[in-house]
């Protein structure tokens, strides 16, 4: 699994990082990569600017079935992004979001997917 980290910082969750980089057996692709992805994982805090933008620019080099993962800071940390203004995104780019989760103590995680077409569902 080729797995792309977009956004990196010194705030980022270093142990999630290690958790895949041990999972996937290998070291996170950085935002030069121009390989084919299949997940990005998108570190994004309020300020950090357009975030349609954003996922635009992480979704180009994904595989047909890759995803993304927005990694935002929790509410009440510096950075907290409204869920709201994911979810007024994700329309926009194309995709659909399916998960959120809590991934350590100060970040969330948001799995935006391709939609499914008639020809993928079973």
Do not use: Y
Not at 28 to 42: G, K, N, S, T, W
Not at 105 to 119: E, I, M
């Amino acid at each position: 699994m080729v797995v792309q980290e977009i956004g990196w910082d010194e705030d980022v969750d270093d142990d999630l990082r290690a958790a895949i980089e041990e999972h996937i057996g290998g070291d996170l692709l950085d935002e030069d990569a121009d390989e084919v992805i299949d997940v990005v994982l998108l570190w994004w805090r309020e300020d950090d600017g357009d975030l349609v933008d954003a996922i635009m620019d992480a979704r180009s080099p994904l595989d047909e079935n890759g995803f993304i993962w927005v990694l935002t800071p929790k509410t009440g940390q510096p950075g907290h992004v409204q869920p709201s203004e994911i979810a007024e995104a994700v329309p926009t780019v194309g995709l659909a979001q399916t998960s959120n989760i809590s991934v350590g103590p100060n970040w969330a995680g948001t799995k935006l997917v391709p939609p499914k077409t008639k020809s993928k569902q079973r």
